[in-house]
């Protein structure tokens, strides 16, 4: 299997971080370029999967899946009730 492209990018960063790099770094027996590198996909992959979240919702807006605001107050409202409701759901406008 081939060796895949990399390129590499420099950032200055807070000492007390640059610390804990080193010290996960240590922990996990591997390079500080590794724990960078973990780091980057994780939040990578978050805000990813964030964006796809939040177009889904404005899709929903879009095609009427909503749950109106009273709704959702009056569980909230329930929460700390001997009979708390149930989640509501989107009803179409």
Excluded: C, F
């Amino acid at each position: 299997m081939g060796q895949s492209q990399t390129r590499v990018i420099t950032a200055h960063i807070p000492v007390e971080m640059a610390e804990k790099i080193d010290e996960l770094a240590a922990n996990y027996d591997r390079s500080r370029g590794w724990i960078v590198k973990q780091a980057l996909a994780a939040i990578i992959e978050q805000e990813e999967s964030r964006h796809q979240m939040i177009l889904q919702g404005m899709q929903d807006v879009d095609e009427g899946r909503v749950v109106e605001h009273a709704d959702v107050m009056k569980w909230v409202n329930s929460l700390n009730t001997e009979t708390p409701l149930t989640t509501p759901q989107s009803r179409r406008k």
